[in-house]
């Protein structure tokens, strides 16, 4: 049984920063991507960025330059770093690992974890 837990949300003013961590507990077997989605009410949940078990990494434009994910190995742990916060990206932020087998996505997902940028 897979299970992520998130933490790092919050409220923050415009230009401020939240470091979101994502911790996966339990067991899987194959190529596996971990990451973070967003989602604001009335809208479709996007991508915001994911790495890989290689260490590859993807980032949305309109993050890019002030979000940064990174992560532990040894802790199958998961971060992002938000830095130059916007209004635009008060949202729902869900973790998620997508193992990939041959024939076989499967997603989990974490609970959320609100991030609110006000002032």
């Known amino acids: 049984q897979v299970q992520l837990v998130e933490s790092g949300g919050g409220l923050v003013q415009p230009g401020g920063s939240l470091r979101l961590s994502c911790a996966a507990s339990?067991?899987?077997?194959?190529?596996?991507?971990m990451g973070w989605y967003r989602q604001i009410p009335g809208k479709q949940r996007e991508l915001v960025a994911g790495?890989?078990?290689?260490?590859?990494?993807n980032i949305a434009e309109s993050v890019k330059g002030r979000f940064t994910i990174s992560r532990d190995n040894a802790k199958n742990t998961v971060y992002l770093q938000m830095n130059g916060l916007k209004p635009e990206d008060t949202a729902v932020y869900y973790c998620?690992?997508?193992?990939?087998?041959?024939?076989?996505?499967?997603?989990?997902w974490g609970q959320g974890t609100q991030v609110t940028v006000s002032s």
């Open positions: 339990g067991s899987w077997f194959g190529a596996y991507v």
């Open positions: 998620n690992l997508k193992v990939i087998r041959p024939g076989v996505t499967t997603d989990y």
């Open positions: 790495i890989s078990n290689g260490g590859s990494s």
